[in-house]
């Protein structure tokens, strides 16, 4: 049973556009969410993370957005930028333990 | 301040064959957690390690298991390997506590034939 969906494997934006990426979960004892970003031969990079008590956390061109009613995050990237090009996990937690939840990841491809 | 540092970066073993993975966390970070990557799976929890001691663990089979060390520097060991074993293992390290970021090291790219 996944508990992490992104339910869309790839994405592909023209550079300084608005990238959306978007995440839902089942699992209502999540309280931490976090994203990571990941290029091939790498680890996951840290990128943002939100708490369940917060419905937006910003971070320069990164702001992720919760909705808990709808169990339901998004990342937004503006303006998106070729570098940004990478796979990207959406990843929970839940209270108390520090084993990460993620999704399968999706592929940005920003386009110069 | 050094990253998480996993060895070996590459590995190729045999069917039957043991296998013994290290990760060194970031200097200060108690809690070091293995997770397995592959294309069909995405990223799964193997285990957690705190202090010494296993927290949590994943969904996996007795073949896999770990341990750490007192300077906090653990090991994972997948024995009896079968080819489904074949993934890109990754380690990651944070500070105690709920919510606490976790740093990822490069990982160990481990192919069983």
């Known amino acids: 049973d996944q508990q992490v969906k992104q339910n869309s494997p790839s994405l592909s934006v023209q550079e300084g556009r608005i990238s959306i990426l978007n995440c839902d979960y089942t699992?209502?004892?999540?309280?931490?969410f976090l994203w990571y970003k990941k290029y091939p031969a790498e680890g996951p990079t840290f990128l943002i993370s939100?708490?369940?008590?917060?419905d937006k956390n910003e971070d320069g061109r990164f702001t992720v957005f919760l909705n808990k009613s709808a169990k339901h995050l998004s990342l937004h990237i503006v303006p998106s930028q070729p570098g940004d090009s990478a796979v990207y996990f959406c990843?929970?937690?839940?209270?108390?333990?520090?084993?990460?939840?993620f999704g399968k990841g999706m592929k940005l491809t920003v386009n110069p | 301040k050094a990253g998480v540092t996993q060895t070996p970066r590459y590995l190729i073993k045999t069917r039957g064959q043991q296998v013994t993975l290290s990760c060194s966390p970031i200097?200060?970070?108690?809690?070091v957690s293995w997770y397995q990557q592959t294309p069909g799976q995405g990223l799964q929890f193997l285990f957690e390690?705190?202090?010494?001691?296993?927290?949590n663990k994943g969904n996996f089979p007795g073949r896999f298991s770990g341990r750490q060390f007192s300077n906090s520097r653990s090991e994972m060991n997948v024995s009896t390997l079968e080819l489904g074993d074949s993934a890109l293992y990754l380690c990651?390290?944070?500070?105690?506590?709920?919510?606490?970021?976790?740093?990822f090291g490069q990982g160990t790219r481990l192919t069983v034939v």
């Open positions: 990651a390290s944070s500070l105690e506590g709920t919510g606490s970021r976790a740093f």
């Open positions: 699992n209502s004892m999540f309280d931490y």
């Open positions: 939100i708490s369940s008590i917060k």
């Open positions: 990843a929970a937690i839940q209270g108390g333990s520090e084993k990460l939840v």
């Open positions: 200097s200060g970070h108690r809690s």
């Open positions: 390690y705190f202090s010494e001691t296993q927290r």
